[in-house]
Structures are given as C-alpha cells and as structure tokens.
C-alpha cells in the first residue's frame, strides 16, 4: 500500500530523512520507532502529504503524494501528537464539520459518525465542547477525526497520549482491528505499546533505517547468547556438572536460594537449550521449579540501536 524508495529529505546542509527506502502493506501495524531528531515525524509528514522530499519518491496505492497529492490525501487518516481541534465546538459539532470538509456523502453522515463515536468511546460526552474535555477524551475525539472518513491508511502519532490504562487497552484493541483491514503506521516512544499493538516494527536514527522486522525478530537478533534461568529443588554442586555436559551451554551461574538452586545458562547463540534441560532434570530425578528464556525487550534494541541519537 504504501512504498518509499530513496526518500531524502534536506533542510539546507542538514539531512533530515537519509535516502531511506521501505514498503508498509495493507493489513500490516507498523511501528515506527526513533528517538528525537531521527527523521521519523519528518517521514511522516511527507507520507501524509504535509511537505515535499528533496528526492526519492513515496506512493500510497500507486498514487505519487507529490504529483497527486489531493487522492492521497483522501487515503490517509493522520492524528498528529497535537490533535488539531477546536476547543470552542461541541464534539458532534466538530466531527460534522470534519466529515463535510472530507466530503463524506451527505447521506451517510450521521451513520458514519454513529459508529466512529462508539469505537472511540465518546457517546457520554457527544454533546459537550471539546474545550471542557479532559486530555484522554481530546485525544480519542482526535483519533475520531483521523477516522471519521473511512480512510484505507492511518498514522497515528502517540495515539494513546493522556488516556488512562483502561482507554489505552481499548484503543491498543481498536488500532490491532483497525490493522485487519488497514494500514496503520503507529508512532510511540511508549515502547510497550508498540510491542503489544504492532506486528512488525522499524527504528530510524539519524535519518537511516536501522532496524525493520518484526518485534520477535528485533528481540531475538540483540540477544547474542541465549540466556535460560532455572531453579532445580538441589545444591548447586549437584547440578553443575550435570548441566554444563549440555551441548551448548558455555557458562553457567549458580545462586543458593532456601534450599533450592537459581541457574543461569548462557548458551551458544541460536540454540535453545530448554528441551535438553528438562531432559536432564528428569534423568537425574531433580524437581524443575521455574525455567524461562530471558528475551531483550523491544526497548533494550532500541537503546542499543539508538545510542548517540541527539534531540531536536
């Protein structure tokens, strides 16, 4: 749905976007990842029509954001981090007027707009002005407004911003449906969302992509050796020796806990010891109280990826 090939962006010697190329199908939740300065709200707002590239080109459905910038448009939903609302309309008021602007056919309006308040959650406050809301309820009537015209394409920046943990759980549920039918670009610095909303995940520094694949993919590549904690109910000299005969384990540390024993089993990258250990718990007639394989969270790629990154 969405292809950028060679996009560059230049503000006089600054390179802002540095001749970056990728491609976002229809059905996909793509987090786009990346510190202050990055180059990440810049990509954004040449996809969404806001401002030209200095070279390479974007197209959204085969349609250039340049040289046909208005169907593009009428493609995209966008929710800046600054929803643009006007604090001194009714909710009902605002979206009305942003439908017409969109030129939604008259006669669907108000199911359209029916149904977009009830997936953002706004019936109870329909009839109040935006300006008397609290910040969770602007940002769901911005997330409204980015919707209120059925586009194909959302880009979303910082969606949940304000909204309380139950709001954030049900918008988290609105985008991964919405990304059924859709193309949704999420950007969020909260790291944790992105793991639990996106189905793949890129992260630009400096104005290059240095990261894209799916947040499994990105966990795993960081990770080097594999690390499995366990606790087996026997002394640590019990179950040294038997646990570093496991082909592949390189170093093993062990810490005495009320009887029981804590291991650590750094391994030989790609290997997952899990199947062997049990193996050797079970032959050795040893009770397994806990194992689990220790994973870098999508925000320890994005630390190491990101070092250096300068803010705005």
């Not at 009830?118 to 935006?130: H, K």
Request: charge should be negative; hydrophobic fraction near 35%; proline fraction near 5%.
């Amino acid at each position: 749905m969405i292809e950028v090939t060679n996009l560059t962006k230049r503000y006089g010697e600054t390179v802002a976007v540095d001749d970056i190329s990728f491609s976002v199908p229809t059905g996909q939740v793509l987090g786009f990842l990346g510190p202050n300065g990055a180059g990440k709200t810049t990509s954004v707002r040449i996809i969404t029509c806001y401002m030209p590239p200095t070279s390479g080109t974007v197209t959204v459905d085969g349609l250039d954001v340049v040289e046909q910038s208005m169907e593009v448009r009428k493609k995209i939903g966008y929710l800046p981090e600054s929803a643009p609302l006007y604090p001194d309309m009714d909710v009902i008021e605002y979206l009305e007027y942003i439908l017409a602007l969109r030129g939604g056919p008259k006669s669907e309006r108000r199911r359209r707009i029916k149904q977009v308040v009830e997936m953002c959650g706004l019936g109870d406050v329909i009839a109040r002005g935006i300006g008397e809301l609290s910040k969770g309820f602007r940002q769901r009537v911005g997330l409204a407004q980015a919707m209120i015209h059925n586009p194909e394409i959302l880009v979303l920046d910082e969606p949940t911003v304000g909204l309380d943990p139950n709001q954030i759980v049900e918008i988290r549920n609105l985008i991964k449906a919405l990304g059924r039918q859709k193309t949704v670009i999420l950007c969020s610095h909260i790291l944790p969302e992105v793991e639990a909303t996106c189905d793949h995940v890129m992260i630009i520094d400096r104005g290059k992509i240095v990261a894209n694949g799916t947040p499994e993919t990105l966990q795993h590549s960081l990770s080097g050796k594999t690390v499995v904690n366990v606790e087996i109910n026997q002394k640590p000299d019990t179950v040294r020796g038997a646990l570093m005969s496991i082909d592949g384990v390189e170093d093993l540390k062990t810490y005495p806990v009320n009887g029981t024993t804590r291991c650590e089993l750094v391994c030989r990258q790609g290997l997952d010891p899990r199947e062997a250990i049990f193996h050797k718990v079970v032959e050795n007639r040893w009770v397994l109280l806990e194992m689990k394989q220790e994973v870098s969270s999508l925000e320890d790629v994005f630390r190491e990826l990101t070092k250096g990154g300068r803010d705005e």
